[in-house]
């Protein structure tokens, strides 16, 4: 198929005119891409995602509240919270079947941009702040879209963590931070799962577009991890169309008119933009085109019900227990009678972001319906609405909640941030839920101490009333089926896995970029380098509200015997780590173990630990599985900025299995010896000092100033023991002309980097 599909493409870009290759380059209108009728070369239909469809009644309208139903599953810092790689897969299949049902080729998403700081506007519509995870999470949905024949655009390419002034941002992030901790998530999406098209993001990355910057598009993209499919652009985020397509920018959307496309005719009449480069561009397009054609199937159903009922087992697996003092949940007749439920998001729930993500759901549970339906005959249920999602400030309601709760056996108290506080285009800039929504948790606190608060929330926040509140249970944005997976988890009919991908911090004050955002004067500086999330607040020792990876079970697990295949490596070497967990519980009930790494002593500086790997198991009561990790030089490398190179070094490193990054139950240490070869990567600007202390480079020296070294040579002494005042050998190369009176020449000092330019190290 693919030959025959290359013979094809050749054979209609020969056909193509330039102006045709040129509009080819651009959308056709909002959703989709331009056609050419007379070579039957057809448009692709792209839709709005990631966790729906936001798809337009018509290619040529924007789609927004008269866009066609869908199923709205849970938005993805919900679907992260469950750690689970089958389960987005299978979402994935979910949406990609939907996509056919609608006729869409390529739904827009994932979303694999950090979350840096908690104020991100968007938030919600990404995973975690954690790359690993974000990347791991991100390929899973990409391969169960596109197993349906529907392709993806990983978004939003790439350090897109800001939407104020999103439109011209720059972030300014080194380069080690850059790799380590941005294009990370986009490397394991790419290299895992080949999306169709990546979509290049508004901002600026160090100073370039990201929809013509040839560093991300064409050397980091295609030449290090090798994408085989296209970029396309956000929504209007193109600057300089020719400038696009130099760097690998195949498509600008949506259509707006044919300017664009006259400049790129015009470059390649001038000579400013080669034509090859134009058809290398064009050849990709058509590849997509035409696959997605091929893979186009006929009366595919939406499975509304079956998706519905699986949406809501998805939520069941995505709600994170965060707190369950004296055993409060789940609700059990034996325990309880009488049920308050207060809180308008019981009638009137919040199921997902705000912005381009918006999906018209198909239907919509509220928790009300749902527990007088599956449980109203077994409880008495009361309900009082505790404040106003329309007005912050109305305490009206807070005394009747109050009298309610007072008279129930449990409280659930459904709050959280209302739709207007969490939206793309705009940065929170505070975690605090509404004064109305605390105030009311505060009160019922008080009144009864069996109150259990249900969190609505695409991102994290701060909770004043947590020390005082036995039970918190967090169930983010969980789509149309929300209500229904958070009555699951209630009751006991789920026992609740979620595990936060993203730290709650205690105060803002606290947070890794809390100096550094959003901006100033659209220069985003990332002053925090890669110590984002829970990397921050272990080395500043914070304790946060709740840590990265917390969450807990209505069962118990215990951790046990720890063994790795050996304790001395090599980076060519593949290491198995394997630990046994057990449920020690009475309740069936999974757990989420993760695997981070510690370099005990680096020659740059390395975060205290660092996830590498994670799995989710399923145990019974008294049931015990052995979990098997695979890690390999990568995982224990950083990125050397200098040298413009992943680096392996030689050392010892600590291999921590936890329940959370903050609760670590098995340790083993590991010696691993490098046999990578290094650049030494000296140039006129590194120091006398360092020349000296390399064995090899110290001859170079030896040869060019040995006067000016003798006179640091004690008496009786070898030149190799001369011994330096540091004021004289701190200094670049480059001085030494003039430090040693004219000894060695400028030229002399080129030749010797020159030199050193051949000789390598292991770390």
Same mark, same amino acid.
């Given at each position: 198929?693919?030959?025959?599909?290359?013979?094809?493409?050749?054979?209609? /870009?020969?056909?193509?005119?330039?102006?045709?290759?040129?509009?080819?380059?651009?959308?056709?209108?909002?959703?989709?891409?331009?056609?050419?009728?007379?070579?039957?070369?057809?448009?692709?239909?792209?839709?709005?995602?990631?966790?729906?469809?936001?798809?337009?009644?018509?290619?040529?309208?924007?789609?927004?509240?008269?866009?066609?139903?869908?199923?709205?599953?849970?938005?993805?810092?919900?679907?992260?919270?469950?750690?689970?790689?089958? /389960?987005?897969?299978?979402?994935?299949?979910?949406?990609?079947?939907?996509?056919?049902?609608?006729?869409?080729?390529?739904? /827009?998403?994932?979303?694999?941009?950090?979350?840096?700081?908690? &104020?991100?506007?968007?938030?919600?519509?990404?995973?975690?702040?954690?790359?690993?995870?974000?990347?791991?999470?991100?390929?899973?949905?990409?391969?169960?879209?596109?197993?349906?024949?529907?392709?993806?655009? &990983?978004?939003?390419?790439?350090?897109?963590?800001?939407?104020?002034?999103?439109?011209?941002?720059?972030?300014?992030?080194?380069?080690?931070?850059?790799?380590?901790?941005?294009?990370?998530?986009?490397?394991?999406?790419?290299?895992?799962?080949?999306?169709?098209?990546?979509?290049?993001?508004?901002?600026?990355?160090?100073?370039?577009?990201?929809?013509?910057?040839?560093?991300?598009?064409?050397?980091?993209?295609?030449?290090?991890?090798?994408?085989?499919?296209?970029?396309?652009?956000?929504?209007?985020?193109?600057?300089?169309?020719?400038?696009?397509?130099?760097?690998?920018?195949?498509?600008?959307?949506?259509?707006?008119?044919?300017?664009?496309?006259?400049?790129?005719?015009?470059?390649?009449?001038?000579?400013?933009?080669?034509?090859?480069? &134009?058809?290398?561009? #064009?050849?990709?397009?058509?590849?997509?085109?035409?696959?997605?054609?091929?893979?186009?199937?006929?009366?595919?159903?939406?499975?509304?019900?079956?998706?519905?009922?699986?949406?809501?087992? #998805?939520?069941?697996?995505?709600?994170?227990?965060?707190?369950?003092?004296?055993?409060?949940?789940?609700?059990?007749?034996?325990?309880?009678?009488?049920?308050?439920?207060?809180?308008?998001?019981?009638?009137?729930?919040?199921?997902?972001?705000?912005?381009?993500?918006?999906?018209?759901?198909?239907?919509?549970?509220?928790?009300?319906?749902?527990?007088?339906?599956?449980?109203?005959?077994?409880?008495?249920?009361?309900?009082?609405?505790?404040?106003?999602?329309?007005?912050?400030?109305?305490?009206?309601?807070?005394?009747?909640?109050?009298?309610?709760?007072?008279?129930?056996?449990?409280?659930?108290?459904?709050?959280?941030?209302?739709?207007?506080?969490?939206?793309?285009?705009?940065?929170?800039?505070?975690?605090?839920?509404?004064?109305?929504?605390?105030?009311?948790?505060?009160?019922?606190?008080?009144?009864?101490?069996?109150?259990?608060?249900?969190?609505?929330?695409?991102?994290?926040?701060?909770?004043?009333?947590?020390?005082?509140?036995?039970?918190?249970?967090?169930?983010?944005?969980?789509?149309?089926?929300?209500?229904?997976?958070?009555?699951?988890?209630?009751?006991?009919?789920?026992?609740?896995?979620?595990?936060?991908?993203?730290?709650?911090?205690?105060?803002?004050?606290?947070?890794?970029?809390?100096?550094?955002?959003?901006?100033?004067?659209?220069?985003?500086?990332?002053?925090?380098?890669?110590?984002?999330?829970?990397?921050?607040?272990?080395?500043?020792?914070?304790?946060?509200?709740?840590?990265?990876?917390?969450?807990?079970?209505?069962?118990?697990?215990?951790?046990?015997?720890?063994?790795?295949?050996?304790?001395?490596?090599?980076?060519?070497?593949?290491?198995?780590?394997?630990?046994?967990?057990?449920?020690?519980?009475?309740?069936?009930?999974?757990?989420?173990?993760?695997?981070?790494?510690?370099?005990?002593?680096?020659?740059?500086?390395?975060?205290?630990?660092?996830?590498?790997?994670?799995?989710?198991?399923? &145990?019974?009561?008294?049931?015990?599985?052995?979990?098997?990790?695979?890690?390999?030089?990568?995982?224990?490398?950083?990125?050397?900025?200098?040298?413009?190179?992943?680096?392996?070094?030689?050392?010892?490193?600590?291999?921590?299995?936890?329940?959370?990054?903050?609760?670590?139950?098995?340790?083993?240490?590991?010696?691993?010896?490098?046999?990578?070869? #290094?650049?030494?990567?000296?140039?006129?600007?590194?120091?006398?000092?360092?020349?000296?202390?390399?064995?090899?480079?110290?001859?170079?020296?030896?040869?060019?100033?040995?006067?000016?070294?003798?006179?640091?040579?004690?008496?009786?002494?070898?030149?190799?023991?001369?011994?330096?005042?540091?004021?004289?050998?701190?200094?670049?190369?480059?001085?030494?002309?003039?430090?040693?009176?004219?000894?060695?020449?400028?030229?002399?000092?080129?030749?010797?980097?020159?030199?050193?330019?051949?000789?390598?190290?292991?770390?």
């Amino acid at each position: 198929m693919n030959e025959n599909l290359n013979r094809e493409v050749e054979e209609l /870009l020969h056909q193509l005119t330039l102006e045709e290759k040129a509009s080819l380059c651009s959308g056709r209108d909002d959703w989709s891409s331009q056609s050419i009728e007379r070579l039957n070369i057809p448009w692709i239909w792209m839709s709005d995602g990631p966790h729906g469809l936001r798809r337009a009644p018509a290619t040529n309208k924007p789609g927004y509240g008269d866009q066609l139903p869908a199923t709205c599953f849970p938005t993805a810092s919900a679907l992260a919270a469950s750690w689970d790689v089958d /389960l987005i897969y299978d979402v994935g299949i979910a949406l990609g079947e939907e996509c056919q049902a609608l006729d869409v080729n390529v739904l /827009l998403g994932p979303g694999v941009n950090i979350k840096r700081s908690v &104020l991100g506007g968007r938030n919600f519509e990404y995973f975690s702040e954690d790359p690993i995870l974000s990347g791991e999470m991100g390929a899973a949905f990409i391969n169960g879209v596109q197993s349906q024949g529907v392709g993806t655009s &990983l978004k939003h390419f790439v350090a897109n963590n800001v939407e104020t002034m999103r439109m011209y941002a720059n972030s300014d992030v080194d380069s080690r931070t850059l790799h380590e901790i941005y294009l990370k998530p986009f490397e394991i999406a790419v290299k895992k799962a080949q999306p169709w098209t990546i979509m290049a993001c508004y901002n600026r990355v160090q100073g370039e577009y990201g929809t013509q910057s040839p560093f991300l598009l064409t050397k980091t993209l295609k030449n290090d991890w090798g994408f085989e499919g296209i970029v396309i652009s956000d929504w209007f985020a193109v600057v300089d169309r020719v400038e696009g397509i130099k760097s690998g920018m195949h498509i600008e959307m949506p259509g707006t008119n044919k300017v664009n496309d006259s400049l790129i005719v015009e470059a390649v009449k001038n000579g400013d933009l080669k034509e090859e480069v &134009l058809d290398n561009i #064009v050849r990709d397009i058509l590849r997509v085109v035409l696959k997605a054609q091929s893979l186009e199937k006929e009366d595919a159903d939406q499975k509304i019900e079956e998706h519905h009922n699986f949406a809501r087992k #998805v939520v069941g697996e995505s709600i994170t227990l965060l707190k369950n003092e004296n055993a409060l949940l789940p609700i059990s007749k034996d325990k309880y009678k009488t049920i308050a439920v207060i809180g308008e998001f019981a009638i009137n729930p919040r199921y997902q972001g705000n912005g381009s993500s918006e999906v018209k759901p198909v239907q919509i549970d509220n928790v009300m319906d749902i527990l007088r339906e599956e449980y109203g005959e077994e409880y008495t249920i009361t309900y009082s609405r505790g404040y106003d999602l329309k007005d912050d400030n109305n305490f009206t309601f807070i005394e009747d909640a109050v009298e309610i709760s007072k008279k129930a056996d449990i409280v659930l108290v459904l709050a959280g941030l209302p739709l207007h506080y969490e939206s793309e285009g705009i940065d929170r800039t505070h975690i605090n839920m509404p004064e109305s929504h605390n105030k009311l948790i505060d009160k019922i606190n008080k009144a009864n101490e069996k109150t259990v608060v249900v969190l609505t929330n695409g991102s994290a926040v701060a909770m004043p009333w947590a020390e005082n509140t036995n039970t918190v249970v967090e169930s983010w944005l969980g789509g149309q089926a929300g209500a229904g997976g958070v009555v699951d988890v209630l009751f006991g009919k789920v026992n609740p896995s979620g595990k936060l991908a993203e730290t709650f911090p205690k105060k803002l004050e606290d947070t890794p970029s809390f100096f550094n955002f959003p901006a100033e004067e659209g220069n985003v500086l990332y002053g925090e380098r890669m110590f984002v999330g829970y990397r921050y607040y272990d080395e500043k020792k914070i304790e946060p509200l709740f840590p990265f990876g917390h969450g807990l079970s209505y069962t118990t697990f215990d951790y046990k015997n720890i063994a790795v295949s050996d304790k001395k490596i090599t980076d060519t070497t593949e290491l198995s780590v394997s630990v046994v967990i057990k449920n020690t519980g009475s309740k069936k009930g999974k757990e989420v173990i993760q695997l981070y790494l510690t370099d005990k002593e680096s020659r740059l500086q390395r975060p205290k630990k660092e996830l590498k790997r994670f799995s989710k198991v399923e &145990l019974n009561p008294g049931e015990e599985k052995e979990i098997t990790f695979k890690l390999d030089a990568n995982d224990f490398s950083y990125f050397d900025s200098k040298r413009n190179m992943w680096i392996a070094e030689s050392g010892q490193f600590d291999i921590l299995l936890g329940s959370s990054s903050r609760d670590i139950r098995q340790k083993e240490t590991i010696t691993l010896n490098s046999t990578q070869k #290094v650049p030494l990567g000296f140039d006129e600007y590194t120091f006398f000092s360092e020349y000296w202390n390399n064995e090899e480079t110290r001859e170079f020296l030896k040869e060019i100033v040995p006067v000016w070294i003798s006179q640091f040579v004690p008496e009786g002494k070898t030149m190799d023991e001369a011994v330096f005042q540091d004021f004289f050998i701190e200094h670049p190369l480059i001085k030494m002309p003039y430090i040693t009176n004219g000894e060695c020449s400028a030229e002399d000092i080129k030749e010797l980097v020159k030199k050193s330019s051949s000789i390598t190290f292991t770390p």
